[in-house]
């Protein structure tokens, strides 16, 4: 291994370890990154004459330290703010991966204070060290909005003084579920943008390595897993139209092992039933049919545990595959807030075409052409009324 | 880290809510205060007078305008202040849950950024 390459595979596999190690005693994101790369830098300089040293993290962390310290003494020049020294010189063994911190890192992330809208940014920033160019591309903002939200954020979290530690377990009711919906954030933005998708199956494999003993963590890694192998196209097909032999088989074996860790514990939530749900599609790979009584049973309980627009629609649509056509619309219709919801409209569609009710079909159809301009989405609703 | 608790709710008179749910909205202030105290947190504890007690001062084109009343006409006024110090903002957030006001107002948890010490401006 090259220096360079020794370089980029630390920071791979430890960009938010190191983030994290470096801002907990400041509270300072953006010093804590800064100090990162310069130590990434020193490192590209150092390592090709001094060799690659045998704990690199150690290394780049104590490089990071003294860099955040030299810029803390120098501010404190101006401000006096006082510096806690003692703190920021402790040595850690660098043997110990910090796995605490981390975890503290994302708990900071989807804290409570912080704007919903940001946190799955942050994670992917701080925790992934991706780009806030790649980031603003993802969620379709430009990236100087993407940017500058970054910025205030991690102003807000130093200025406020968000605590940097897990919270205690009996406060995880609250404070988990944040964290998970957060990450559940990037793997929808990674199923959008290509580029992102392997950052939210990494993000979500990582949270499940920490906390490798809360089911719906699992429930969410599994899930995150599952999908990702069956979208390694840019403009993914539904899933029934799909073929098999395109699925990522070692992303799905790592899905189904996840899955069934967190099926052990005998406690369903949300997360596991949209992984489970993903599971059974999964079937088709091996048996080449789809129980689809048991896809509609997992969207039934899905809409019972949480109730989205998304779960709705998609319930209805297993609903009419078991009972026909107007099973599904019959459930579409009692779905509430969903003018502006294109799944729906093109849902309706779909199940309108099967009922032989073109002329509402057609109708249905325009609605959820005029809600897209997905190129793709937009070919299947003409094919559908054609 | 330095937090004031400012308390926002909207204000009552004895008339409206009673003598009794007075005497109570008190006693609960005064287990609140102890409890801080006790854990050795509390810097400041001020209740204020409603703001129909507030006079409130600019100055306007060179000249003082005094004007009766609170800053802003707002349904929910600033009812009191708590500083506290705390190690950080999540357990300045749990002392602010457990400010009696919480169930009928606001409790904004503002960090302090400087304070005025033996005659200079100091970091909180």
Do not use: N
Request: net charge negative; hydrophobic share 50%; glycine share 6%.
């Amino acid at each position: 291994m090259t220096p360079a390459e020794a370089v980029a595979a630390a920071a791979r596999r430890s960009y938010g370890r190191l983030v994290a190690a470096l801002a907990a005693p400041t509270r300072d994101l953006a010093l804590a990154e800064d100090a990162l790369s310069f130590a990434f830098q020193r490192a590209l300089e150092t390592w090709p004459r001094t060799g690659v040293p045998e704990q690199p993290e150690g290394w780049l962390l104590t490089v990071g330290r003294r860099r955040t310290l030299d810029v803390l003494r120098s501010a404190a020049t101006r401000t006096a703010a006082p510096l806690e020294e003692a703190d920021l010189a402790r040595t850690e063994d660098p043997s110990d991966p910090f796995p605490d911190r981390l975890l503290a890192l994302l708990f900071v992330c989807a804290h409570p204070a912080i704007d919903a809208g940001v946190r799955t940014p942050l994670m992917l920033q701080t925790v992934l060290g991706v780009e806030a160019k790649a980031i603003a591309a993802a969620f379709a903002v430009p990236a100087p909005a993407m940017a500058q939200r970054l910025v205030r954020a991690k102003r807000r979290i130093r200025d406020a003084g968000i605590r940097f530690e897990v919270p205690d377990r009996d406060r995880w009711a609250d404070r988990l579920p944040p964290v998970l919906e957060a990450v559940y954030g990037a793997y929808a933005i990674g199923r959008a943008a290509s580029d992102l998708r392997g950052e939210a199956v990494h993000l979500a494999a990582l949270l499940a390595d920490l906390v490798p003993d809360e089911p719906e963590v699992l429930g969410l890694a599994a899930l995150v897993h599952l999908a990702a192998a069956r979208e390694p196209d840019r403009a993914p097909l539904p899933l029934d139209e799909q073929d098999p032999a395109t699925w990522d088989r070692a992303l799905l074996d790592r899905g189904e092992v996840l899955l069934q860790r967190a099926a052990a514990f005998g406690r369903p939530g949300r997360f596991q039933l949209e992984a489970a749900i993903q599971s059974a599609h999964d079937a088709r790979a091996v048996t080449g049919i789809v129980d689809r009584e048991a896809v509609r049973r997992l969207y039934a309980a899905l809409v019972r545990t949480a109730p989205t627009l998304g779960a709705q629609v998609a319930h209805a649509v297993a609903a009419a595959r078991v009972d026909g056509p107007d099973a599904g619309l019959a459930l579409l219709d009692v779905v509430e807030g969903a003018e502006r919801f294109q799944p729906f409209w093109a849902a309706r569609a779909a199940l309108l075409v099967d009922a032989g009710r073109t002329g509402e079909a057609r109708a249905a159809a325009e609605r959820a052409a005029a809600l897209t301009d997905e190129p793709a989405a937009l070919a299947r609703l003409a094919a559908l009324v054609r | 880290m330095r937090y004031t608790l400012l308390l926002h709710y909207p204000e009552a008179s004895e008339e409206e809510i009673g003598r009794e749910a007075i005497e109570a909205g008190m006693a609960a202030f005064r287990a609140y205060a102890d409890s801080l105290d006790a854990a050795g947190v509390l810097r400041s504890a001020e209740v204020l007078q409603p703001s129909s007690a507030s006079t409130t001062v600019r100055l306007r084109d060179g000249e003082l305008a005094i004007q009766d009343g609170p800053f802003a006409d707002t349904k929910e006024q600033l009812g009191g202040t708590f500083v506290v110090d705390v190690p950080d903002l999540d357990a300045a957030l749990d002392w602010a849950g457990r400010a009696p006001s919480v169930s009928w107002g606001a409790v904004e948890v503002r960090p302090c950024a400087v304070r005025y010490i033996d005659g200079a401006w100091q970091p909180a």
